[in-house]
């Protein structure tokens, strides 16, 4: 059956299209995630969103306000400009001070493809970014913006030849699935093409202090995880973290990263005295244990990874094929996925592409 409405679909919007079609076209399970746009109060004046999963099947990350007594600041900017503008008419409906910074947690496109958005209706916003993660948005999302529109039209001609994109020929069920499909897929095809790149203007290295009116907010560059300039909000005071997607819960994003140093960046955030930690995507969480579980995740996916390495020797002469048999997760899959089958396949998935990442880290150690 061809869910596009898949968090693991979803996710794959921001690496690649292609990747999607071939998502389209496998047979996935029912998702067990709430589809439906949440907004938390973390304190006075702070506020979370996650955000539901639009008609096209696409998802952004979460987004996170933080209101001063003379400006806004706000984590992270969605994938859809549709999305970041229904974000900016919430934040009025809180506040008539302008936003005054957005920060870009990470260079995936699921939490900056909004900026323009913002920066139309602020004019004069700055846009924060670690140098690493400005690095990458330019060096990636000009092109990413650029094929948008071809691909997103090449996935509806396809899709209305009746067949996916292997070419294989759909049955009436997956073809009823997709003319459901069809009509958000051309709305977003439509967008995409008004899709505008816009650059962080502002960009740190380790640490950025901003008072934004009685209210301060520290941005931290804590170490490499899920890319190489991770950036999270701690508000010192309010005792929260917005973690982007060094954390994502139910099961973590594991495509890219460097797990080594994950796990260090990790055991980092969690040093922070924080009773409250907004995830990149999932819900609010309430204390550390996640942060732990997906930290210890890490260190075992190394440990077996470089006990493996120990054996056969340097790791630039090996194929993945020769470690990925010696690395166990399992151990993780009810913590992380109870007894929910969904969970359980996506954990597995996961799992798969930690263990690539962890060897492909240690080969370039
Ligand atoms: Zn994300």
């Known amino acids: 059956m061809i ?20 998502a389209v076209a496998s047979a996935l399970a029912e998702s067990t995630e709430t589809n439906q746009r949440r907004v938390t109060k973390l304190a006075e004046g702070v506020y979370s969103i996650e955000h539901e999963s639009l008609n096209d099947g696409s998802s952004s990350g979460n987004t996170t306000v933080i209101i001063g007594d003379r400006e806004v600041f706000v984590v992270d900017s969605c994938y859809r400009p549709l999305s970041a503008q229904k974000d ?21 496109n699921d939490h900056n493809n909004g900026n323009k958005t913002y920066m139309d209706a602020f004019p004069s916003l700055a846009i924060i970014a670690q140098e690493e993660t400005k690095k990458d948005m330019d060096l990636i999302q000009p092109g990413n913006v650029k094929r ?9 001609a396809t899709f209305k030849q009746g067949k ?4 294989r020929t759909l049955s009436e069920d997956e073809k009823k699935q997709v003319q459901e499909l069809l009509p958000g897929l051309e709305q977003a095809e439509a967008e995409s093409k008004t899709l505008v790149y816009q650059s962080p203007t502002l960009t740190f290295t380790d640490e950025l202090n901003i008072d934004i009116g009685n209210r301060e907010v520290q941005v931290k560059h804590l170490g490499r995880g899920n890319t190489p300039g991770d950036a999270i909000v701690y508000l010192p005071k309010e005792k929260i973290i917005v973690a982007g997607d060094l954390l994502v819960k139910p099961i973590p994003y594991t495509y890219d990263g460097y797990p080594a140093e994950w796990a260090q ?13 907004v995830p990149g ?15 210890d995740l890490m260190q075992s996916a190394v440990e077996q990874v470089h006990a493996r390495i120990s054996q056969i020797g340097f790791p630039g002469g090996h194929t993945l094929d020769e470690v990925k048999g010696s ?35 240690a080969a370039q150690r």
Not at 3 to 22: A, M, V
Not at 88 to 108: D, E, M, S
Not at 265 to 275: I, P, R, Y
């Open 148 to 156: 948008q529109p071809g691909e997103l039209a090449a996935l509806i």
């Open 88 to 108: 900016i008419a919430q934040i009025r409906q809180w506040t008539n001070k302008p936003v005054g910074y957005l920060l870009n947690t990470h260079f995936h």
């Open 164 to 167: 996916d994109q292997s070419g």
């Open 281 to 295: 995507h999932g819900p609010v969480l309430y204390e550390k244990t996640y942060l732990y579980l997906v930290a």
């Open 327 to 361: 690395v166990d997760l399992t151990p993780f899959r009810q913590r992380f996925a109870s007894n929910d089958k969904d969970l359980q396949t996506r954990f597995d998935d996961m799992a798969d592409h930690l263990v690539k990442i962890t060897f492909s880290e």
């Open 3 to 22: 869910r596009i409405d898949d968090p693991r679909l979803r996710r794959c919007f921001f690496f690649s299209l292609l990747i999607l079609l071939i």
């Open 265 to 277: 960046t990790l055991h980092k955030m969690g040093e922070l005295d924080a009773t409250t930690i």
